[in-house]
């Protein structure tokens, strides 16, 4: 009897003047009911693969709909908003504390371990390119998220 992994992520974007725009993921993977047991490390890997493919998705869906509703036009002409960055990345206070060089180097060695793609992670939920934009407390809990699987709590990312 064939093994079901069922993956999915939904992301929601506040716009100005209480406005926002959805999207979801959903998909379920077939796989050999022996992988668990025998490749844990495969079954791993097939997990965040269906994972990382649902959050590319929801993130390309979501600049999509920003397109096509202009929501991109309302941005200063220097593309970012009145915080400094771009329109995908959720408000971040100006004087807030950026993200430790230590958090960073662990989020890329969790990544390579993890054979994620950081850099799609990042933009996907944060709508930046490198790990050192984060706040210290968005890579504090980004860190805690992706470790929680390796540590069999579950994954709930």
């Known amino acids: 009897m064939p093994l079901t992994l069922n993956v999915g992520i939904s992301k ?3 716009l100005r003047d209480y406005s926002s725009l959805g ?3 959903n998909v379920a993977v077939e796989l050999p009911s022996n992988l668990v047991f025998d ?3 495969a079954f791993r890997r097939q997990a ?3 994972f990382t493919a649902c959050s590319q998705a929801v993130g390309e869906e979501l600049a999509r709909q920003q397109a096509d509703q202009g929501h991109n036009n309302s941005l200063p002409s220097n593309g970012r908003n009145g915080n400094g960055h ?5 408000a971040r206070r100006a ?3 950026r993200a430790t060089a230590s958090q960073a180097r662990a989020l890329r060695a969790i990544a390579d371990r993890q054979q994620l793609d950081l850099a799609a992670e990042l933009r996907s939920r944060f709508g930046i390119d490198r790990p050192e934009d984060l706040s210290i407390t968005e890579a504090s809990r980004l860190i805690d998220e992706l470790k929680a699987p390796a540590n069999g709590n579950g994954g709930g990312r």
Do not use: F, H, I, V
């Open 23 to 25: 999207a979801s993921c």
């Open 86 to 90: 771009n329109g995908n990345a959720p």
């Open 48 to 50: 965040r693969q269906a």
């Open 12 to 14: 929601k974007l506040g």
């Open 95 to 97: 004087n807030g504390r």
């Open 39 to 41: 490749d844990l490390e």
